[in-house]
């Protein structure tokens, strides 16, 4: 087992660490701070100067380390496809934000139809070269899939997008996409080793990285992962689900993406429908319970906790 | 504008936009790559499934034979192949069709149905003869594979059909001493090693390692081939010639328990377990299927309970004389019947046996006399000496699904119970049971465990395991078993057994006409019990005729077996260097 579980973890851990005094100044010098949100809260308008697009350190400590293995383990290339190209998507998209100084990024057609090929790519391969059935296994209930026939690919598109959206609402805090995912990708890890199924050495690699930039990226953050790396991790996510033909399991493990998105979704919801009246005091939601008192590192430290819980109770419905 | 401010601000803006060219450069390169391994080289990954499948599959090992006691082999193995396609590995898909079809005699549909599907691995047929197998191997087809696998042999067809059992789709046991030695007959599969085991796939660069199987043990019987084979004989001879619905025998040493033949007809084929012997499972439904299946592969040995009959008067003596209640030489007299309560229970010689010695009872096999002595053992004692007997418990045989003795509880038992079950009637126990209850009698007081499993060992010959079994001692007094062998031999010298008389041998034993339920419809089970040399017994045998057309006394219908039985086999068993 060293070979393909703690290799890539050592390997992702000591490309991400070596990177961080190379990287961060270097993005410090292209002026690439992170612009506040005005409309976040007060507390975050500090940050304005901690630089962005961390995600590179994360995406070349998965690639490099994804690229050793790819000969041995093909198995990963579909989740590294998916991780490199919303990546790259976020790249873009940081870089017109940061660079060009445009504050919204790619417009979110643009952005939407990138994904959308990426994910088109995704799709044909995973149905028509792999094969693999799309129907989901069903957690908790051996044997028994949800199949929705020829609607599983529309399915698979909302999947893929929506959990890239959740991990992409849900990098607000310093260290909280980064901690959640690693939870997630451990999760991944002990799976993939359970079911032989060959993609240990990718899942194993996110970790490493994960932890490597945790290093730099916990309160407070020297840099922040931007969009190249929640994106990234999104999608990392998101094809690892259906590599493992577990994309329902992601309700369980992936819950705060999940309420990231949904809290958003109903704020603004609410607002526009009672005009004016929100359900938050902020959305999404980690910056809720900012307003309602705790500290940043609390709600990192709450929300990493109830992602380590779900995913172990997630392991007890695996088959 | 500062010029100065200026130049800085361009040099900067010139830096990121080769940072962001190079990264999105490379990073256009690595996607491209991928794109091309997913969608374009996708032939790649059939190897890899391949591969994997292969790294999983164990090697066989071959299951352990089944040898009688003088080592003839009742159960075997024979290698047997499976022919699988690899789609992705196929060079010429036309040559491999028309060979599989000519060599398996498929039709073309089929097979080219399975060469086409676009799957990892196909199997085209399984449980294929090796020679065929080896055939299609030697062709050397790219993307066919011939794997071997191993399949349950009987050679002997249906002998001691019911005793062997036979085994599954995954050779293990199901049902007899198939099932019950399955952790000995099971051999160990052996593994195909590679450089990366556990989660990895295989480099296919490195060699592969071996583990071989290990065989599993060859498990020696006490069953004699010869006795098994001339005892099938005997009994299907016998239930043709008497019209009966079945007939048991049992062959068994009295000393130790071991059991030299076990019939049960009609046996089935071993090697065709599921096929009814009546051939009418179109017409039958699931369940009827089933429930014929079930009736077939009885055992009426051990599986089913009768009423023993006159036999059990053997038991009823014993205990008698234990007691000290009665004496060779008392005297008896028999009107023809006897009154319990309100009961008239009749002796079958209507007109009665007049005045006799109980020496003579036994030999007549009186009725009367025995509901006598019966009633002055008294309900708590004969109920205790039932169970002393073992008659309450199993007999431990190693076979599965050994029946119990079905008997009144004592406080249900009044006079006229105990006055039936004195002469071996309204209560029921095994063959296997009444075997050894009265082995235990006639061998000095032993009572012995059945069984066929004498020991194990590997595929040379080497012993790996002997069994034991237990023994309870002290049964009835030495006394008592001289004086019931003593009995017995005159039963069959001077008595209702001397149809099982043979000339030079003095021989034992008992006859017994029991009458089925419900009474008056005239069907009866006709039975003997037979043990020789009788002062010093080695071999016993029962033989249970259920049904018989026609005649159907013990003495006519099974006693005449039994001497059959012993005219072959005495002289054979003094000739051999058994015991």
Known sequence: MKYDVIVPVLMAFGISVVLGPFVIPFLRRLKVGQTVREEGPQSHLKKSGTPTMGGLMILTAIVVTSLVYMKDYPGIIPILFLTLG????????????????????????????????????????VQNVLQLDLAMKIPFWENHYLDFGIWNIPLLFIVVIGTDTGANFTDGLDGLASSVTVMIAVFFSVVAIGTESGIAPITCAAVGALLGFLLYNVHPASVFMGDTGALALGGFVAATAYVLQMPLFLLIVALIYVI???????????????????????????????????????????????????????????? | MDTIENQSRFFRRKKMVVFFFAILLLAAILMGRLTYLMIFASGYYEEMAIMVH????????????????????????????????????????????????????????????????????????????????????SYNMAGVKVDEDYRRYYPYGDLASK???????????????EVV?????????????????????????????????????????????????????????????????????????????????????????????????????????????????????????????????????????????????????????????????????????????????????IMNSCNPVFVNIGLR???????????????????????????????????????????????????????IQLAVTVASIINGGNRVT?????????????????????????????????????????VVENGGGRNAYIEGYRIGGKTATSQTLPRNNGVYIASFIGFAPAEDPSVLAIAIVDHPQGTYYGSQVSAPIIRQLFENILPYLEDSSYN
């Open chain 2, 163 to 177: 005793v062997l059992g036979f085994t599954g789709g995954d050779n293990q046991g199901i049902i007899g001493l």
């Open chain 1, 260 to 319: 990231e998105v949904l809290s958003v979704i109903l704020q603004v919801s609410y607002f526009k429908l009672t005009h004016g009246k929100r359900i938050f005091k902020m959305a999404p939601i980690h910056h809720h319970f900012e307003m309602c008192g705790w500290s940043e590192t609390k709600v990192v430290a709450v929300f990493s906790i109830v992602t380590a819980l779900l995913c172990l109770v997630a392991l007890l419905g695996v088959w």
């Open chain 1, 86 to 125: 919303f990546g790259l998507i976020g790249f873009l998209d940081d870089y017109i934000k940061v660079v060009l100084k445009r504050s919204m990024g790619l417009k979110a057609w643009q952005k939407m139809a990138l994904q959308l090929i990426m994910t088109g790519i995704f799709a044909y391969y």
């Open chain 2, 450 to 490: 059945p069984h066929f499993g004498v020991r194990t060992q590997t595929r040379d010959g080497e012993i790996s395991e002997i069994f034991s079994y237990p023994v309870t001692e002290g049964i009835v007094s030495e006394e008592t078993s001289a004086q019931m062998r003593y009995f017995l031999e005159q």
């Open chain 2, 54 to 137: 292969e790294r999983e599959r164990n090697i066989k090992a071959p299951r352990g034979r089944i040898l009688d006691a003088n080592g003839v082999v009742l159960a075997d193995n024979i290698t047997v192949c499976t022919v699988s396609v690899i789609h992705s590995q196929i060079e010429d898909p036309e040559a491999v069709i028309e060979m599989l079809c000519r060599e398996l005699s498929l039709s073309e549909e089929y097979v080219r149905q399975r060469v086409e599907k676009y799957t990892s691995i196909e199997r085209i047929r399984s449980n294929v003869d090796k020679e065929t197998g080896d055939r299609i191997r």
């Open chain 2, 181 to 361: 030695y399955e952790e000995y007959l099971t051999g160990t599969p052996g593994q195909i090693l590679t450089v990366t085991d556990a989660a990895g796939l295989e480099l296919v660069s490195e060699g592969e390692r071996r583990i071989e199987p290990i065989p599993g043990q060859d498990l020696i019987l006490s069953l004699d081939y010869n006795i098994q084979s001339y005892a099938q004989q005997l009994a299907t001879q016998a239930m043709l010639t008497k019209g009966a619905e079945s007939v048991s025998i049992i062959v068994m040493n009295p000393n130790n328990g071991e059991i030299l033949a076990m019939v049960s007809v009609p046996e089935f084929d071993l090697n065709d377990p599921f096929t009814l012997v009546s051939g009418n499972e179109a017409d039958m439904t699931e369940q009827e299927y089933q429930d014929a299946l079930n009736r077939m592969w009885r055992n009426d040995c051990i599986n089913d309970t009768y009423e023993p009959g006159s036999i059990f008067k053997i038991i009823t003596a014993a205990a008698a004389l234990e007691e000290g209640l009665v004496e060779a030489q008392e005297m008896f007299h028999c009107p023809g019947y006897v009154i319990v309560e309100d009961r008239r229970i009749r002796c079958h010689k209507t007109t009665g046996h007049g005045s006799q010695t109980f020496t003579e009872a």
């Open chain 2, 377 to 431: 053992l008294g309900v708590e004692v004969f109920y205790s000496y039932f169970e002393k007997f073992g008659l309450l418990s199993r007999t431990g045989i190693d076979l599965p699904g050994e029946a119990g003795t079905i008997m009144h509880q004592p406080e249900n038992m009044g006079p006229t119970e105990l006055a039936t079950v004195s002469f071996g009637q309204s209560f029921q126990v095994t063959p």
